[in-house]
């Protein structure tokens, strides 16, 4: 048996699968476009022919897919598969749509949590990316070793699994305000012939 199964192979979810390879973990992945697992399976992933039998694999599965809607499609036919299992939803979505697949996995009997990553593809793995989870305690106390390794920064918010969606689009609010602060300056700079340059440098300090 896999100790974890990663459902979505873009850029993320390789990157998600291959860290957890070069972690020592025995990984199973699964994708609709099946030759994107080819430099997963070479590098020691397992390979499942079907969702079903990707989930069945692990004890947690992690899906990084399009979207929500995604998601449910892939595991449609997997609840019972899944019933007693952790699965770790890293797909981007909103608050709703966390709690609508938050009760449908507590309906199957799923360990269920909803989470973001406040990072790259390529920074994954990395002490600093934090993979941020809110959810049912149990899923968390299962799937955090595994967390911890795809990001070093990696935290439980608690059981409100609005929180994950909520804190992203925060974060990413503030720096939008930031960037056009920083812009808005820079032609104020401009107006008044300061050189631009000074300004950001100022402002980096």
């Known amino acids: 048996m896999s100790d974890v199964t990663v459902i979505g192979l873009g850029a993320m979810g390789s990157a998600l699968a291959a860290t957890l390879v070069e972690k020592g973990h025995a990984v199973t992945v699964w994708n609709r476009t099946v030759t ?34 995604d998601t449910r499609e892939v595991l449609n036919t997997t609840a019972d598969a ?30 269920y949590l909803d989470g ?10 990395s002490a600093e990316v934090p993979v941020l989870a809110a959810g049912q305690p149990s899923a968390w106390e299962r799937s955090s070793s595994l967390l911890l390794d795809l990001g070093g920064a990696s935290a439980y918010l608690g ?25 808005h300056g ?19 300090q």
């Not at 019933?83 to 996995?105: D, H, I, N, Y």
């Not at 973001?116 to 793995?125: D, K």
């Open 36 to 69: 994107k697992a080819a430099p997963l399976v070479a590098a020691g992933a397992d390979q499942a022919s079907t969702p079903r039998d990707a989930v069945a694999a692990s004890a947690v599965t992690i899906v990084c897919v399009g979207g929500y809607a």
């Open 82 to 111: 899944l019933a007693g299992k952790v699965l770790v939803q890293l797909t981007t979505g909103t608050g709703t749509q966390a709690e609508e697949l938050g009760e449908w996995a507590r309906a199957a009997g799923v360990d």
């Open 116 to 125: 973001v990553i406040l990072g790259y593809p390529s920074q994954i793995g």
């Open 159 to 183: 059981e409100n699994l609005r929180s994950p969606a909520g804190l992203d689009s925060a974060l990413v609010t503030s720096m939008a305000a930031m960037a056009l602060g920083a812009i």
């Open 186 to 204: 820079a032609l104020l700079c401009e107006a008044d012939d300061f050189p631009v340059p000074v300004f950001a440098e100022i402002v980096q």
